[in-house]
């Protein structure tokens, strides 16, 4: 998943939430619940590439 794939899901998300919250919608709840866990999945996966990618740090000292 790309950055815009990732927030255009997270906005979908959020319309579903706030319909569940003002509906109490069944169907609302289901896309919310199915929606959070690919987005939890999207972060665990992202996290674990950055987890196991270093970080660069700048060289503060080098004066070329």
């Known amino acids: 998943m790309n950055s815009?794939?990732?927030f255009d899901r997270v906005v979908?998300?959020?319309k579903f939430q706030k319909e569940y919250f003002a509906t109490r919608s069944k169907d609302a709840?289901?896309?919310s619940?199915?929606?959070e866990k690919e987005i939890d999945a999207e972060i665990e996966?992202?996290?674990s590439i950055l987890n196991n990618k270093p970080v660069?740090?700048?060289n503060?000292?080098?004066n070329e």
Do not use: G, M, S, T
Request: charged share 25%; aromatic share 10%; proline share 5%.
């Open 56 to 58: 660069e740090q700048p």
């Open 29 to 31: 709840l289901r896309q």
């Open 12 to 14: 979908q998300l959020r």
């Open 4 to 6: 815009r794939q990732f």
């Open 45 to 47: 996966r992202v996290q």
């Open 33 to 35: 619940i199915a929606l």
């Open 60 to 62: 503060l000292f080098n």
